[in-house]
């Protein structure tokens, strides 16, 4: 094997694995022209392409970021007013109750003086009818005893 | 020689054949060229530029399809090139490493997977373009240049100041390495994409059917490991020569 390279590499005329000619630095003129376009054609437009979506990517993130400080302040700022309105809610509640229970009571009270008032007005009536009955009573009586006084004298 | 003769001659194997040191000459003025080369290189980097042009023909902020696929490659590449020479500087050098990573990962893929073999040319037989030592050496070449023009730009002539660091005696290891680098870059490219395709070729002439696909798998691999050393170690060469000492991490 080893000495068929050798062969291979001495016997060829002109030629040989080690034949060093202008294949060498017309390769190196090609090679620079294919890196030359490769970076017009491949390098530049695709590196652009992947810088562009990185930064996209980051200003992406970085707004999204803002939005959700944004969202999360106002979230905060509506439990606030939630908070607030809630403890104002309950004191218009409160304060309705106490209202109603004062209106209550007044009404109550209102009621048992208007009932004293009617009852004593109704016992002074009762008196008067009395005091009339009785006086009624008392002439009857007398005329009575008028009528046999003089039906026996 | 008769050997390789017997071989190239026994017309049934002729899919098996193996030819080395063999090229088709083109002459221009009286300039020789491995022709061989230059046609599959034609067709690798018809192939890269191909492939680039669909993938950025439009391109989506949602990659889908052959955008996607490119946009992971470059990701590799440029995670590649970051880690050797620094988030700092990397990005001029990655038209440098992603060409030379892709360019020698598509050569020698297609190499490996297309039975080039089958089309007959003149003289030679058609191959990776890294099978041709003239590739490596002027990938190698390329490199060398690369990591002076990176090491003498950021410093000047400070870079060969620092050849003394961190003390005089690395002077003659480093102007050595300067020579070795070029070397066994090329060598090691060159010499396990040859070692491969013999593998292979022998394999597949004692043993037609089935017995060689493990080694042409392991051929793959090894293909894809040979094109991220060489891109690792160029750029980490031209990290080396970037680096400012007393900032080392």
Do not use: C
């Not at chain 1, 990185?54 to 939005?67: C, E, I, N, P």
């Not at chain 2, 992971?72 to 020479?85: M, V």
């Not at chain 2, 060409?99 to 003289?123: C, D, H, Q, R």
């Amino acid at each position: 094997m080893t000495q068929w390279i050798l062969l291979a590499a001495e016997t060829a005329e002109g030629g040989g694995l080690f034949d060093l000619d202008a294949t060498l630095p017309l390769m190196a003129i090609q090679f620079l022209i294919l890196a030359w376009v490769l970076n017009k054609l491949l390098y530049s437009p695709l590196g652009k392409a992947i810088d562009d979506r990185a930064g996209y990517v980051q200003g992406q993130l970085s707004s999204a970021k803002d939005k959700k400080a944004n969202t999360l302040a106002i979230a905060q700022q509506y439990e606030q007013e939630l908070k607030d309105v809630r403890k104002e809610s309950q004191q218009v509640i409160a304060q309705a109750q106490a209202e109603a229970q004062k209106i209550v009571s007044d009404q109550v009270q209102q009621a048992q003086q208007e009932v004293i008032v009617e009852r004593q007005k109704a016992s002074e009536e009762i008196e008067t009818e009395r005091a009339d009955a009785f006086a009624y009573l008392e002439q009857k009586v007398e005329a009575l005893s008028n009528q046999i006084v003089e039906k026996f004298v | 020689m008769d050997l390789v003769n017997t071989l190239n001659l026994s017309h049934y194997l002729n899919l098996a054949a193996i030819e080395i040191g063999e090229h088709l000459y083109w002459e221009i003025g009286n300039l020789k060229l491995h022709g061989q080369v230059f046609l599959v290189s034609w067709f690798v980097i018809l192939i890269l530029v191909i492939v680039s042009f669909l993938a950025t023909k439009n391109i989506q902020r949602i990659p889908s399809g052959i955008q996607n696929f490119m946009e992971y490659i470059l990701d590799f590449i440029r995670g590649l090139a970051k880690d050797q020479i620094g988030e700092k500087e990397y990005r001029p050098w990655v038209p440098f490493i992603g060409t030379l990573f892709l360019f020698i990962f598509v050569s020698n893929w297609s190499g490996a997977l297309i039975p080039w073999k089958l089309i007959e040319i003149p003289e030679g037989e058609l191959a990776a373009p890294t099978l041709d030592i003239n590739t490596t050496v002027a990938f190698a070449l390329l490199t060398s240049g690369a990591y002076f023009y990176a090491g003498l730009k950021k410093k000047g002539l400070a870079y060969f100041a620092d050849y003394a660091q961190p003390s005089p005696i690395m002077v003659p290891f480093r102007a050595i390495e300067d020579f070795t680098r070029p070397l066994s870059l090329s060598f090691r490219l060159f010499g396990n994409i040859l070692a491969d395709e013999l593998a292979v070729g022998v394999l597949v002439l004692l043993v037609p059917l089935f017995i060689p696909l493990p080694l042409m798998l392991l051929g793959l691999f090894t293909s894809a490991i040979q094109a991220l050393i060489f891109a690792t170690l160029a750029a980490s060469y031209i990290g080396e020569a970037m680096e400012v000492h007393g900032e080392e991490h």
